[in-house]
């Protein structure tokens, strides 16, 4: 066993890329998107990132927007005084965004501005002039500027700039290794924040992205940990006998939900993070777990078969009667709560596969928004117009993302399982 084991205490800070990027590929963009245009931005040099590709991408994966091509484009101005209106209308563009970098002989530091205008009513929007930032994170300010254009035209802030996690599992046999990695939500720039020869699970962000929690293995033996992402540091939060799983923080980052089983069945507990302390919250024959909270911290919903089958239950937080939530379907598990606590996205099995869906709690409808049929851990992006999860591809699973109406998706493909993904939060 000892030979065997690779404990997650000595789980690694990796400052290089751990793998490639995830491959993206986008189908069912809305022909019904805005139309826009992302001007290739004037001043950056052959080897520097190729912001407006960046930003283009962006806003063209949330199906809201549909991109102009770079040859389709009649002009390509630097400014809104090179900008001729009359041009934009006759392509059907409703939007252009163009720039100009410069860069500090000095330091090597490069400062961007950049515009939006409305060539409909030929009216500027924004302007602005983000921090100068070194060549390495020109990538991040494109993403920020995608995050202003976004909020500037539909009214619900971007999450271009958040991050996801996700655990990856490749190799065969004693060479098997499973990475707890943490991409840019675009999956660009993944590492690796653990590695371990025993399954990791369930990665959670605390609520100021500065945490993960996640399920690992040591010796034998499943256990919580915390780990602190930017000294690496990893604490255990608990280890019982039999079952330490699906950690969850609360909205205020104080406690956590996790299931354990060394009692009886498995239930739900909340932990206070600071002294470990626990309390019971359900206490039920059948198996209770995939504990999350709603978005005011004053209840928890989780997956039970109290019933016979696995459906979606709400529990207040102080205790008391758990209340069913899901009716539609076989089965539904793996629940949370929109960002606005309107809705749920569970994994909803019916006919044979397993899809993601909508649950909107004030009309009890559900939406189906993949195809399965084997697709699981849906997790909302921050601004709730997302939703990531996994599913089967030609060479095992991969990440796949769809926009909440189901109609626009896209796959995220790399070797190997890529498994149990989970959006960050927005930094405040």
Known sequence: MRNKFFSVLALLMISSAAHA??????TGIDTAATPIAIVPFAGLGAKDVDMSQV???????????????????????SDPAGLHQASWRSANTDYVV??????DPATGNVSVR????????????????????????????S?????????????????????????TANGLGNARRFELVVADADGYSPRAMAVSREPLMSPSWS????????????RGRTAIYIHTLASGQVRKLVSEKGINGSPAWSPDGKSMAAVLSFETNPDIYVFNVAT??????????????????????????????????????QLPIDGGDAKRVTFVGKQNLRASYSPDGKSLVVVNYDDGRYRIALLDLASGSMKIISDGPLDESPSFAPNGMVVIYATQGRQGAELATSSI???TRQRMRQPGDVREPAWSPQIR
């Open 98 to 103: 163009m720039g100009q970098a410069r860069r």
């Open 405 to 407: 109406d189901g109609r």
């Open 143 to 167: 993403h920020q500027i995608a995050d202003l254009v976004y909020e500037k035209l539909t009214g619900i802030k971007g999450a271009f700039t958040t991050k996801i996690a996700y655990v």
């Open 55 to 77: 930003i283009d991408a962006d806003l063209g994966r949330t199906g809201q927007f549909r991109t102009l091509s770079r040859g389709s484009m009649p002009e390509q101005p």
């Open 276 to 313: 470990g302390s626990r309390r019971r919250l359900t206490d039920h024959y059948g198996i209770d777990t995939e504990p999350s909270w709603a978005p005011d911290g004053q209840s928890l919903i989780f997956t039970s078969d109290r019933g016979g089958q696995p459906q979606i239950y």
């Open 21 to 26: 990027d995830l491959d993206v590929v986008v």
């Open 114 to 141: 950049f515009y939006l205008v409305d060539t409909l009513r030929g009216a500027q929007l924004l302007a602005y002039d983000m921090p100068a930032a070194s060549p390495g994170q020109l990538r991040y300010v």
């Open 207 to 218: 609520p100021d992205r500065k945490q993960l929690a996640y399920v690992g293995y040591e």
